[in-house]
């Protein structure tokens, strides 16, 4: 079946502009993770969700970021402002339900100019 | 939340047995141990999970002393293709805790 696809692969902006990251995770997965990493490091947590809500939004950097999920399907990672240091890859992952193994989507390159 | 050393890379040829150890000294109670796989480009996959003792899938082999201070993930006969990063996690499988895992080079 379908893995974890998230679209755009590549997204470059401008210092300052807002960006839309998207994710669509396995049908039927009611977890969704955001997950941040920097050229040489392991990724980092920033958001989940199970179901339509955030259940843990701790590793948010600061109020520049922000996620939705409305539908509990389809997840939309919000980037107002951005800056040089946003530079990343932005990884989804979704589970069956909090706990169960994390698949990973491929990945959004973000190069902030 | 638990923190794992593992070592930043390690080196092997194709055919043989790896193995990577893995420290995690306050594991907690609650707290599982997975392993994932990531190549470049790609996200992180999983591959093993345990909570004491020994694991095995098709894949590799998760050893766990019984004090679960540290673990081993056993990769048999490892082929280039095996060449990644591997992470070793900690936690209550919910929120993933990544360290800067184990770059593995496998060489022909």
């Known amino acids: 079946g379908a893995g974890v696809s998230q679209t755009p692969s590549n997204k470059v902006t401008e210092k300052g502009k807002y960006v839309e990251l998207r994710c669509d995770p396995i049908s039927g997965h009611t977890a969704l993770y955001w997950y941040r990493q920097s050229l040489g490091q392991g990724p980092e947590f920033l958001i989940y969700?199970?179901?339509?809500?955030?259940?843990?939004d701790s590793g948010l950097p600061n109020d520049r970021f922000f996620a939705v999920r409305p539908e509990g399907s389809v997840s939309t990672l919000k980037i107002q402002r951005t800056e040089r240091g946003d530079s990343a890859v932005y990884l989804c992952?979704?589970?069956?339900?909090?706990?169960?193994?994390?698949?990973f989507g491929p990945g959004t390159r973000l190069t902030v100019l | 939340l638990a923190k794992t050393t593992q070592p930043i890379s390690m080196d092997s040829y194709e055919g043989q047995e790896v193995n990577i150890t893995c420290s995690h000294n306050?594991?907690?109670?609650?707290?599982?141990i997975t392993w994932y796989q990531q190549f470049p480009s790609q996200g992180p996959r999983f591959i093993i999970q345990g909570y004491k003792t020994k694991v095995t899938n098709e894949v590799a082999s998760l050893f766990i002393p019984a004090d679960r201070k540290s673990s081993t993930l056993s990769l048999p006969r490892v082929s280039l293709s095996d060449t990644a990063v591997y992470y070793c996690?900690?936690?209550?499988?919910?929120?993933?805790?990544f360290g800067q895992g184990t770059e593995l080079s496998v060489k022909p």
């Open positions: 969700f199970q179901g339509t809500g955030a259940a843990d």
């Open positions: 306050n594991i907690a109670t609650n707290d599982y």
């Open positions: 996690l900690v936690g209550d499988r919910g929120k993933l805790i």
């Open positions: 992952a979704s589970s069956g339900n909090r706990g169960d193994t994390q698949y």
